[in-house]
């Protein structure tokens, strides 16, 4: 008996493996599950870092993307219009490539453990990293041929950077994600430009990997080795839907891979950016960053990303007045998980590993804030009721089970009325980090919740407060 049942597990094993088989269609990688960590996770930390962190510099503008100051390479350094071909010249000279800057990246002052406890008290689940951007440059001592000498462990800083990260995140009980560039400036084409690249075509000339070698001998050696290496929980690709399909870049190929054999496969969850035709498709999730998607349309689970500044790396231009307040990122992040989203946060540590000041103050605040209503954010889902005005207070719903949280983003000495199903009956009424009774009563499908009158020394936390309403 006893071997029968074995037999039959094994069997019934056997079977479960065999169904989770996914081929290189569409059609089959998008019935995969995503895994359940990502919907409960609701907050994580982008992380910019770089060879562009050494110049870090780029005019501020209010247009959408335009501050990025990552893009140095391919919107500051030669550009006559804002300002970065004269700057570039002025500190730099007329001849310094932005190459040049590889051997000043030394993050001499980098403390993966500083940066992984700051994560931890900002109440993040997870945290993503810039393998690699744009530019080409690796964070990793990646085996790539066309990488020598452009890797953080030939030059630079001479250190693992993504493996440091990595463990230190992980040792502080968070997740590891890894961003990738799919092209690089330095050899992938595109149709975006008048000249067919973003950055000067002499150093295509002069860097470019061939095209022929460039997915087979490259891309998808390079995506491997950091999944075997590292199992990353999260692969953020980027750029690739800008001009290339899934043939191209064999997506299709690399994700099958990825679902059926990869070290971390029932873990990894991956976006929407690897090919043409993929955002808002395909993928385990959507991205939306600075608000570019209209994540109404989305069918899957998204993340929207930001920086604390209108920079995605540190930009030295940026001023006070150009980072988001605390209260703005945290009605951000209210607003992004009750329509069922996540938030990524992104920071932009300077050349030599520092996360600005400003940063650790923005993160730090968000902390204190979940510390006190994370009940309302973490393992919730999308309600039913959309986020309503009531006076000059926005009201934002999320749910647990039989519990409906209301988070309201300012403080009102009155009576607040909710909207509720009437087919639901209410149980009872608390405010998370308020230990008083709260008193309420139900007219329709209206609920009435009488606002403690609490001095700013007795409020639980600042900028937002939850109030929790369990069902019958």
Request: proline share 4%; net charge positive.
């Amino acid at each position: 008996m006893k071997r029968l049942i074995i037999v039959a597990i094994f069997l019934v094993l056997g079977m479960v493996m065999k169904a989770q088989k996914y081929e290189p269609t569409w059609n089959s990688l998008d019935k995969r599950e995503i895994p359940e960590w990502f919907k409960d996770a609701k907050f994580g930390i982008f992380i910019h870092w770089g060879v562009y962190s050494v110049p870090s510099w780029r005019k501020v503008e209010s247009a959408r993307y335009a501050s990025y100051a990552e893009w140095y390479y391919a919107r500051v350094m030669n550009n006559k219009e804002n300002g970065g071909y004269d700057f570039h010249r002025k500190n730099y000279g007329e001849k310094f490539e932005y190459r040049d800057f590889a051997p000043m990246f030394k993050a001499e002052l980098f403390d993966p453990d500083f940066w992984a406890e700051t994560f931890k008290q900002s109440g993040a689940k997870y945290v993503v990293l810039t393998s690699k951007h744009h530019d080409g440059f690796c964070l990793w001592p990646t085996k790539s041929i066309y990488k020598r000498n452009w890797n953080s462990m030939d030059i630079g800083p001479k250190r693992d950077l993504v493996g440091e990260i990595a463990k230190a995140v992980r040792n502080k009980g968070m997740r590891m994600g890894l961003y990738y560039s799919i092209p690089e400036w330095e050899s992938i084409s595109t149709g975006r430009t008048k000249t067919g690249y973003y950055i000067d075509t002499m150093m295509v000339k002069k860097y470019r990997i061939p095209l022929d070698k460039y997915v087979d001998n490259h891309l998808i050696p390079q995506l491997k080795e950091l999944v075997t290496q590292y199992q990353p929980s999260v692969i953020f690709s980027d750029a690739g839907e800008w001009d290339f399909g899934p043939e191209f870049w064999k997506t299709r190929e690399f994700l099958a891979w990825l679902y059926n054999e990869a070290p971390n496969k029932g873990e990894v969850v991956v976006n929407d950016r690897f090919c043409k035709g993929m955002p808002g498709k395909h993928g385990d999730y959507f991205s939306s960053e600075y608000k570019d998607a209209d994540s109404s349309q989305f069918h899957k689970y998204w993340e929207e990303s930001r920086g604390i500044g209108g920079s995605y790396g540190y930009n030295r231009a940026e001023n006070l007045s150009d980072y988001s307040t605390s209260e703005k990122l945290i009605h951000e992040f209210i607003d992004i998980v009750s329509r069922g989203g996540n938030f990524l946060l992104n920071v932009g540590p300077t050349a030599d590993g520092l996360i600005p000041v400003i940063m650790q103050e923005r993160l730090i605040d968000i902390g204190k804030w979940l510390n006190v209503n994370g009940e309302a954010i973490y393992e919730t889902r999308r309600n039913t009721l959309t986020d309503e005005q009531f006076k000059e207070c926005k009201v934002y719903y999320t749910k647990k089970g039989k519990i409906i949280y209301a988070i309201i983003t300012s403080w009102l000495n009155d009576n607040i009325e909710l909207t509720i199903n009437e087919k639901e009956k209410i149980k009872s009424v608390k405010m998370l980090g308020y230990n008083g009774d709260i008193k309420w009563s139900v007219k329709g499908q209206k609920l009435i919740v009488s606002i403690p009158p609490l001095t700013i020394n007795l409020l639980p936390c600042m900028h937002a407060w939850s109030f929790k309403i369990e069902l019958e």
